[in-house]
Nanobody, 111 residues
Framework: QVQLVESGGGLVQAGGSLRLSCAAS????????MGWFRQAPGKEREIVAR???????NYADSVQGRFTISRDNAKITVYLQMNSLKPEDTAVYYCKYYTYWGQGTQVTVSS
């Protein structure tokens, strides 16, 4: 069973930065895309960013230019550097590896 362990969430003021990490363990394979999703209260889960094994990335329009996704294939770990955070970025952030989901980490941005 693959397990995903997330870390790095917390409370930050608007304009601040946070870095999320998600490490996969178990029967993993480096040749799968990894990504970050988020879900705000009362809203559906939405994709934030995705990174393939070749390093190519996709971002939601709302975070383009502020967030950067990266990965370490040797460690099967994905990162999300979040800069210039806004109150509307407040949500539970989930990482995804293949069909597996992390437990979620809360990000709260105060105005």
């Amino acid at each position: 069973q693959v397990q995903l362990v997330e870390s790095g969430g917390g409370l930050v003021q608007a304009g601040g930065s946070l870095r999320l990490s998600c490490a996969a363990s178990g029967p993993t394979h480096k040749f799968f895309a990894m990504g970050w999703f988020r879900q705000a209260p009362g809203k559906e889960r939405e994709i934030v960013a995705r990174i393939r094994t070749d390093g190519s990335t996709n971002y939601a329009d709302s975070v383009q230019g502020r967030f950067t996704i990266s990965r370490d294939n040797a460690k099967i770990t994905v990162y999300l550097q979040m800069n210039s955070l806004k109150p509307e970025d407040t949500a539970v952030y989930y990482c995804k590896y293949y069909t597996y989901w992390g437990q979620g980490t809360q990000v709260t941005v105060s105005s």
